[in-house]
């Protein structure tokens, strides 16, 4: 609702709210009846005698409850409900009518209003009527905005994982992410480091009110870096005409994030070491130092242990930084989540672009799982966008919308025995191949049987009858 709380005005020191409302009713009485009761209460009130002056107050001013008439002369009142609740989702519609039947009470119900007044009815009623309405519009908000709350608690804030990899991660989030400990997320190019970042930005008590200033080390050239962390002073350097607060000063309050800090300079080092000893930053030009309150949060897709043994980063401040690791992993670590990352992304695209929802056909999946995902989540997500746009005109995505050199795996070029003239043993191979794809099945689910069927689309008991006969050594396919 946009109306604000004015406090208790009764004896039973109950919250009331001021609503913004417009009635509609060719009844000049109980219009001006109704209008001068609920102003009583601090309501804003307009009056409409006709649906189309009121839906001209609707646009005019948006209001929080609609309270119209069945019957009006022109446009009658279920369609000036039906086209301003269309304008306006959230507003409280209740009708009137001094013909009131089941039926039209159903109809009216079914069409979004909130509740349905026959007449005649005394003022008290009408009160306890709106008062219900808005109750039950207020719980479904608050029911959707927790549904939301709860998705993103689970998804980290569009960090998406079912996986155990993933899980470990989620539950360090949960700790990690309430305090102000310094933290170094770690994993490949493309595995989503700054959502790691945000998550632990906007999940933090206090910071998430603050700012998130990210700074990419390595996109900022070497001449720059330096004043674009501290800052610097007016007359520092040529081109600097004002004083400048440098990222570290604009993130006080908040969180600064240092991603690719593998790249950093190695007199930077030092500094960027005593930012995090003192929290006080010194401005390029200037001799006295200026206190900062900031979380920082790092991260490489490099080896910083291996950098610091060849003398290309510092280990004092590698431990600076490396207070709490948190390793995010590659997608091949996590083929399982593969499935519920493509459909989060068509999702994602099709409402981008306008599209209906798309489904992805069982051989597009199977080798979206088998392939290797050099590029992880990054990847996968390009992959998917470009699918879902070339089957703007289907349902479902097929091997032919995906980008060749994904499409181009299924190639006969691309599998792993060729038939020559001298023929092949067809049983051995074929049984060869199915007992490689279920013990790698099994390798990615750690054991998990259920999970490893579904990897290959068989029913549980048929995975399971072929993994017995594996173990027998018995083959699968039989002769004929």
Not at 271 to 279: A, E, G, I, T
Not at 321 to 348: C, Q, Y
Not at 353 to 366: F, T
């Amino acid at each position: 609702m946009s109306s604000v709380a004015t406090g208790s005005a009764n004896t039973n020191a109950e919250k009331r709210y001021h609503w913004n409302v417009v009635v509609v009713d060719d009844d000049p009485g109980l219009l001006r009846t109704i209008v001068q009761y609920l102003s009583e209460f601090g309501h804003a009130v307009r009056g409409a005698s006709r649906a189309e002056e009121a839906w001209e107050m609707l646009i005019d001013e948006p209001a929080d409850i609609l309270l119209t008439d069945v019957k009006l002369p022109g446009m009658g009142g279920l369609e000036l409900m039906r086209q301003a609740r269309s304008e306006y989702p959230g507003l409280v519609a209740v009708v009137m009518s001094g013909f009131a039947t089941v039926h039209s009470a159903v109809a009216a119900m079914r069409d979004g209003a909130a509740d349905y007044l026959p007449k005649p009815f005394a003022m008290a009623q009408l009160r306890v009527t709106l008062d219900r309405a808005v109750e039950h519009r207020r719980l479904k908000e608050e029911n959707s905005r927790l549904r939301k709350e709860l998705l993103q608690r689970t998804s980290f804030d569009r960090i998406i994982g079912r996986s155990p990899a993933m899980q470990r991660v989620f539950q360090l989030l949960e700790k990690v992410s309430v305090v102000d400990s310094t933290v170094l997320v770690t994993g490949e190019s493309g595995v989503g480091k700054e959502l790691i970042a945000q998550a632990l930005h906007y999940r933090h008590p206090v910071r998430k009110d603050g700012p998130l200033i990210p700074v990419h080390c390595g996109a900022i050239p070497e001449n720059l870096i330096e004043s674009e962390l501290f800052g610097h002073v007016k007359g520092a350097f040529t081109g600097a005409d004002r004083d400048r607060p440098g990222r570290f000063e604009l993130a006080d309050g908040g969180t600064i994030f240092l991603d690719e800090i593998s790249t950093m300079r190695a007199d930077l080092q030092v500094k960027l070491l005593r930012v995090l000893q003192h929290r006080e930053v010194t401005r390029v030009g200037a001799s006295t130092a200026i206190p900062v309150d900031v979380r920082v949060v790092a991260a490489t897709n490099e080896d910083l242990r291996s950098k610091v043994e060849r003398g290309e980063f510092r280990e004092d401040l590698y431990y600076r930084l490396n207070v709490i690791p948190l390793h995010v992993p590659s997608l091949r670590e996590r083929h399982t989540d593969i499935p519920l990352l493509t459909n989060h992304f068509i999702h994602k695209y099709c409402q981008q672009h306008g599209l209906p929802d798309k489904e992805l056909s069982q051989d597009v999946m199977r080798l979206l799982t088998r392939h290797e995902w050099r590029g992880n989540v990054r990847e996968l997500e390009n992959v998917v966008e470009y699918a879902t746009v070339m089957s703007r005109t289907r349902e479902h995505i097929e091997i032919g919308d995906l980008p060749h050199e994904i499409s181009g795996e299924m190639a006969p070029s691309s599998m792993p025995v060729q038939v020559t003239e001298d023929g092949l043993d067809f049983r051995s191979i074929v049984n060869e191949l199915e007992r490689s794809l279920i013990l790698q099945s099994l390798e990615i689910t750690r054991g998990n049987k259920a999970q490893a069927a579904s990897l290959l689309d068989l029913k549980r008991t048929t995975f399971v009858e072929k993994l017995k006969r594996i173990r027998s050594g018995r083959p699968s396919c039989s002769p004929n």
